[in-house]
């Protein structure tokens, strides 16, 4: 069958717009669809994210989407005890990761792609796909009218609640107390140092942890995530105590909140199947998330790239796309990526398998302490 497009993305966050650059770099005739009418809105995101996950991904640190940098951390535990990990301390001037603005960062990444051949269609939403003579053909809304767009292959970059994953029959869904519920309000009227400050503890985040980052111009980035089976209480009863109700309270005394923003976070394992007859899924969709931060861009856009060479080798030799043979792409993940996902997710089993909350507080702090140290082998913002 012909078809119109190799690769058919759904999705332009940071796993889609690297997947389709990738791929429209290999030669593949690549089209991206997001249903936003503007990439990024409404921002359900912090865009901490390190300098070295831009190199890794060859995403050069441009001031076009740069908020703020960032020089390193300030982790208080459930009593507000702070260790301080500043690397202005160790001689470093460079920043180690930046704050990025992910309406800018997402555009960014999407022009790159557009820039390496691919086309892009916004305000155009997926509503279903259907198989037929080995190729993969999905009904798009596009503003007003429907449309019928064919590929080889369909990369599902659709987040967390992908319905690419559901209409390709894969499980998507994660055990509730796996997901952590986000808000954040961006402020004004809150000092920051160019660190990244998280609050860990019982008291402050049930199964999560508190945030303030820098955003640049004056403003500050004050968010938590809490584990959905772990509080009755939801993110903005904690998120307000812990501005007007914790030792962090004074600091809150002038803020102005400037927006609100918020989503959910998959902390858990992996899909054990992130491939389906023409389908790949990727990013948030696959559950590709660091669970104990939460941090999910640099793993989206290691995925993106990771599909699109995996795609621009596998299309050049076969036009075999069926689950069987999309199976070499989940087996690269697991190679590249899959250990070190499991190995932290096991981590964060761990720290919150205790009975004892002062044990659990004890570990997350400890654990992101370590995390964020120049010695660890995940050193990374
Ligand atoms: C409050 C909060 C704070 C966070 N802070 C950080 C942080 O500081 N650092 C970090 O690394 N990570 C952070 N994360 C996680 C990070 O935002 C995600 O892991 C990351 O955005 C995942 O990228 P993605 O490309 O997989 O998916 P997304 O960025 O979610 O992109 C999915 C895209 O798919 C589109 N889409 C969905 N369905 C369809 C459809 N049917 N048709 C067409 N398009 C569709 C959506 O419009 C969207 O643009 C945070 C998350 C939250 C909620």
Redesign the pocket.
Known sequence: MACDYDVLV????????LAARTAAQGGLRVLL????SE??TPV??????SAG?LDDCDVPADPEFIAEPVFGFLTYSNSGEPSRLDYRAFGRREPLGY?VD?KRF?RYLTRLAAAAGAEVWLK????GLARAAGAITAQ?ERFTDRCAVSARVVVG????????GVMAGLRVAAPLGDI?S???YVVENVETCGLLEIVTGHAHAPGGYA?V?PKGHGMA?V?L?VARDRTDRDARWWLERLMSDSFMAPRFRHARIAEV??????LSAALKQMVADNVIL?????R???PI?????????R??RLVGAFLTEHLAVTSDCSRQALRSCQARWQAQLGRTHAELYRLRRDIFRSPDPAQQDRALFETLGHYFHPDSKYRK?
């Open positions: 759904v999705g332009g966050g940071p796993a889609g717009a669809v997001d249903k936003k990439l990024g359900q995101c912090s865009g901490a994210l996950a704050v992910r997402d155009a939403r997926v509503v798009i970059a659709d987040g967390i609640m992908s319905q690419v952590a986000c808000l954040q945030w980052f980035e968010g995530g923003q918020g989503g959910g976070v998959p990727i990013g948030d969709a696959a590709h998330v660091n931060t939460g941090g999910g861009i640099h793993m989206a856009m995925d993106g913002v």
